[in-house]
Antibody
Framework: EVQLQQSGAELGKPGTSVKLSCKVS????????MYWVNQRPGKGLEWIGR????????IYAEKFKTKATLTADTSSNTAYMQLSQLKSDDTAIYFC??????????WGQGVMVTVSS | EIVMTQAPLSVSVTPGESASMSCRSS???????????VYWYLQKPGKSPQLLIY???NLASGVPDRFSGSGSETDFTLKISRVEAEDVGNYYC?????????FGSGTKLEIK
């Protein structure tokens, strides 16, 4: 069974960084893309970017190019997203998702990031 | 970027009846390979989104055949026949034709 397990909730102060993880079991992440999406409170889905864990190639949405950094560790089958220079606007749930048969067909449970002083 | 517009904002349905919702893209999602890159996702309350329909009309694994997707190059419809209580949630369409990937703002399905 394919499962994506995300790290726990984060509370970050403005101007600091947080690093989120997404550990995949039941599937080798070398064989898929890892996508990241956020959802601000009460809002819809927003695509952040994608990494190809096999070679580390990344694509970001324009507004996240200086905000998010995507990495992956194939030895532990885990993907990471670092969010830098946190602002209150970064408060959201962050999801990871992979592509087996179709993009976003398996999702993590989501992790709440709260930015507050 | 491609803008996805969903309507209605919400729909209220009696169990057993049908429901439909629409999604419009600002650009054709039909690629030269004949595939239309629109996808539908359901986010149940407090849960992660789940894939329902891929490439406009293909049912994702494990999704009941009460769900169906159709459309043209820019106008798309998700239909749910015989709505059940478990279908409650927010339905999002998304385009995966080009970066940045974009989603509609969602249609909320409620049960009467």
């Amino acid at each position: 069974e394919v499962q994506l397990q995300q790290s726990g909730a984060e509370l970050g102060k403005p101007g600091t960084s947080v690093k989120l993880s997404c550990k995949v079991s039941g599937y080798n992440i070398r064989n898929t893309y890892m996508y990241w999406v956020n959802q601000r409170p009460g809002k819809g889905l927003e695509w952040i970017g994608r990494i190809d864990p096999a070679n580390g190639n990344t694509i970001y949405a324009e507004k996240f190019k200086t905000k998010a950094t995507l990495t992956a560790d194939t030895s532990s089958n885990t993907a990471y997203m670092q969010l830098s220079q946190l602002k209150s606007d970064d408060t959201a749930i962050y999801f990871c998702a992979i592509e087996l048969g179709a993009p976003f067909d398996y999702w993590g449970q989501g992790v709440m990031v709260t930015v507050s002083s | 970027e491609i803008v996805m517009t969903q309507a209605p904002l919400s729909v209220s349905v009696t169990p057993g009846e049908s429901a439909s919702m629409s999604c419009r893209s600002s650009k054709s999602l039909l690629y030269s390979n004949g595939i239309t890159y629109v996808y539908w996702y359901l986010q149940k309350p407090g849960k992660s989104p789940q894939l329902l329909i891929y490439r406009m009309s293909n049912l994702a694994s494990g999704v009941p055949d009460r769900f169906s997707g159709s459309g043209s190059e820019t106008d798309f419809t998700l239909k749910i026949s015989r709505v059940e209580a478990e279908d409650v949630g927010n339905y999002y369409c998304g385009q995966l034709l080009e970066n940045p990937l974009t989603f509609g703002s969602g249609t909320k399905l409620e049960i009467k």
